[in-house]
């Protein structure tokens, strides 16, 4: 807790300092000591009401304005006497009067310097050699040839190496090393200096790296991945078997928190999960007794599961790709194989289709022949092929139409040979230059013609009231 010591009427009192607070407050008896007597100052009415934490309104017997005198500074501030109040309160605006606290935007490294002298000098050498551990089967990588240097860049690079040298940064070396990495150059944002960089790639795939551990919530954490707390564990496999549905409920939840090291665990557990089932009685058998057993085996070798993706998804993750080296080898797959399967995969695909739409077989059509038009219920006569698939252009006693297969329905069949085998013309075919016969063209005909759509829907008119 912050606090200050104020003076009030030449009297010293231990102020808390409340940034959060608008207004400055004491309680009645802070009021008295400073006032004694004769001497009580009158309080005014609040002009408006206090609220404390929770926007809890508190009970006010008035202000009145106090010369408050912190060092060398003073300030008058409207002074709020609170009923029950347990430590004098210093707010905001008389904090700020005589500059209690000071507000910190940011930070500049010359302030930290004349803080922190010590701190923010010389390079922060490591007081003792860090030697790096290398792997058995190191190869040394030495750079042969040094990388480019922009010329513009040079002599700052050399300025640069000369300045980290005299630091002691860098050292010289003038004599062959097994050893040798190559610089990258960097310009610095902001300023005309360059930072120097070493691509040490070639030395970072042999250093061995330190292993640490780190345990968190009943898991040990580690670079090749997370297993249990062996303490969790061990307090697993040193309970006894439960005797009641609450032992069972404590010794199924610590299984629960390491669930995720338990291959089948559904499966194991599955013969003491239904004990604590209301509609079973408890009855410990043999299956209950191995699943007991199970759990505990399970883990006193647990898995380490890799980090992150079975650490996030709280599971051990399943994969179908086969892991034997043989099915591993890659190979071109057998086309005649893949032929056959596309084939067959259409066939099924249209036979599907058809099923589902009703479609069945219809016979083709020969030019002149008598058909019925399903969807205008008129006779027609057959012309030759569309270009659209399974169509025909009709003549119809009021022009030219186009209709599907569907739609027409023989009137007679075609004329049969001496064999009795039906003897079909080929339909003629629209040619490129040739243009058909308008559809909803008109035919003349006698008499009277009803008006019809392109589409050979008769057109009906309106049925009018005659008033």
Same mark, same amino acid.
């Given at each position: 807790?912050?606090?200050?010591?104020?003076?009030?009427?030449?009297?010293?009192?231990?102020?808390?300092?409340?940034?959060?607070?608008?207004?400055?407050?004491?309680?009645?008896?802070?009021?008295?000591?400073?006032?004694?007597?004769?001497?009580?100052?009158?309080?005014?009415?609040?002009?408006?009401?206090?609220?404390?934490?929770?926007?809890?309104?508190?009970?006010?017997a008035g202000y009145a304005k106090m010369q408050l005198t912190y060092k060398a500074k003073q300030t008058e501030e409207k002074v709020y006497v609170v009923k029950n109040l347990s430590a004098p309160l210093f707010g905001l605006p008389a904090i700020t009067a005589l500059?209690?606290?000071?507000?910190?935007?940011?930070?500049?490294?010359?302030?930290?310097?004349?803080?922190?002298?010590?701190?923010?000098?010389?390079?922060?050498?490591?007081?003792?050699?860090?030697?790096?551990?290398?792997?058995?089967?190191?190869?040394?990588?030495?750079?042969?040839?040094?990388?480019?240097?922009?010329?513009?860049?040079?002599?700052?690079?050399?300025?640069?190496?000369?300045?980290?040298?005299?630091?002691?940064?860098?050292?010289?070396?003038?004599?062959?090393?097994?050893?040798?990495?190559?610089?990258?150059?960097?310009?610095?944002?902001?300023?005309?200096?360059?930072?120097?960089?070493?691509?040490?790639?070639?030395?970072?795939?042999?250093?061995?790296?330190?292993?640490?551990?780190?345990?968190?919530?009943?898991?040990?954490?580690?670079?090749?991945?997370?297993?249990?707390? *062996?303490?969790?564990?061990?307090? &697993?496999? !040193?309970? /006894?078997? $439960?005797? =009641? +549905? @609450?032992?069972?409920?404590?010794?199924?939840?610590?299984?629960?928190?390491?669930?995720?090291?338990?291959?089948?665990?559904?499966?194991?557990?599955?013969?003491?999960?239904?004990?604590?089932?209301?509609?079973?009685?408890?009855?410990?058998?043999?299956?209950?007794?191995?699943?007991?057993?199970?759990?505990?085996?399970?883990?006193?070798?647990?898995?380490?599961?890799?980090?992150?993706?079975?650490?996030?998804?709280?599971?051990?993750?399943?994969?179908?790709?086969?892991?034997?080296?043989?099915?591993?080898?890659?190979?071109?797959?057998?086309?005649?194989?893949?032929?056959?399967?596309?084939?067959?995969?259409?066939?099924?695909?249209?036979?599907?289709?058809?099923?589902?739409?009703?479609?069945?077989?219809?016979?083709?059509?020969? *030019?002149?022949?008598?058909?019925? &038009?399903? !969807?205008? /219920?008129? $006779?027609? =006569? +057959? @012309?030759?092929?569309?270009?659209?698939?399974?169509?025909?252009?009709?003549?119809?006693?009021?022009?030219?139409?186009?209709?599907?297969?569907?739609?027409?329905?023989?009137?007679?069949?075609?004329?049969?040979?001496?064999?009795?085998?039906?003897?079909?013309?080929?339909?003629?075919?629209?040619?490129?230059?040739?243009?058909?016969?308008?559809?909803?063209?008109?035919?003349?005909?006698?008499?009277?013609?009803?008006?019809?759509?392109?589409?050979?829907?008769?057109?009906?008119?309106?049925?009018?009231?005659?008033?």
């Amino acid at each position: 807790m912050w606090a200050a010591d104020v003076q009030i009427q030449g009297k010293v009192l231990k102020f808390k300092l409340e940034t959060g607070a608008d207004a400055t407050a004491i309680s009645e008896s802070d009021l008295k000591d400073l006032f004694p007597g004769a001497q009580m100052p009158i309080l005014n009415k609040p002009e408006k009401p206090l609220l404390g934490p929770g926007k809890i309104q508190l009970e006010v017997a008035g202000y009145a304005k106090m010369q408050l005198t912190y060092k060398a500074k003073q300030t008058e501030e409207k002074v709020y006497v609170v009923k029950n109040l347990s430590a004098p309160l210093f707010g905001l605006p008389a904090i700020t009067a005589l500059g209690l606290l000071i507000r910190v935007d940011s930070v500049t490294m010359d302030s930290l310097k004349a803080i922190y002298p010590k701190l923010c000098k010389g390079l922060g050498d490591i007081r003792r050699p860090y030697h790096i551990k290398l792997k058995p089967n190191a190869v040394p990588f030495s750079l042969k040839t040094p990388r480019r240097i922009p010329l513009p860049l040079m002599g700052k690079v050399k300025e640069e190496l000369q300045r980290m040298e005299e630091m002691g940064v860098i050292r010289r070396v003038e004599e062959p090393t097994e050893w040798c990495a190559g610089i990258v150059v960097v310009p610095k944002k902001n300023s005309q200096r360059l930072r120097l960089c070493v691509d040490f790639t070639g030395l970072n795939q042999y250093v061995c790296r330190e292993k640490s551990e780190v345990v968190f919530l009943g898991h040990v954490i580690t670079t090749s991945g997370i297993r249990p707390d *062996p303490e969790k564990t061990k307090a &697993i496999r !040193d309970m /006894k078997e $439960p005797m =009641t +549905v @609450i032992e069972m409920r404590s010794f199924l939840g610590m299984v629960n928190q390491v669930g995720k090291f338990i291959p089948q665990l559904a499966e194991k557990d599955k013969a003491l999960r239904d004990l604590l089932s209301k509609k079973n009685c408890w009855l410990w058998g043999a299956d209950q007794a191995a699943s007991f057993r199970a759990l505990k085996e399970a883990l006193t070798s647990p898995p380490v599961l890799a980090i992150p993706a079975q650490l996030l998804m709280g599971r051990r993750l399943r994969t179908t790709v086969p892991t034997h080296p043989s099915e591993l080898c890659p190979a071109l797959p057998d086309r005649s194989m893949l032929v056959q399967k596309e084939r067959e995969k259409r066939t099924s695909d249209a036979a599907n289709f058809n099923r589902r739409h009703c479609a069945k077989p219809l016979s083709s059509l020969s *030019p002149g022949q008598e058909v019925w &038009i399903t !969807d205008t /219920k008129t $006779p027609g =006569t +057959v @012309i030759q092929n569309h270009a659209s698939p399974r169509s025909y252009l009709v003549d119809v006693p009021h022009g030219v139409v186009r209709r599907n297969r569907l739609h027409l329905i023989p009137l007679q069949s075609p004329s049969q040979d001496e064999a009795g085998q039906q003897q079909q013309e080929p339909l003629p075919v629209l040619e490129q230059g040739h243009t058909p016969p308008a559809l909803g063209s008109p035919v003349p005909s006698p008499g009277v013609s009803t008006p019809r759509t392109r589409s050979g829907r008769a057109i009906k008119q309106p049925i009018r009231l005659d008033l």
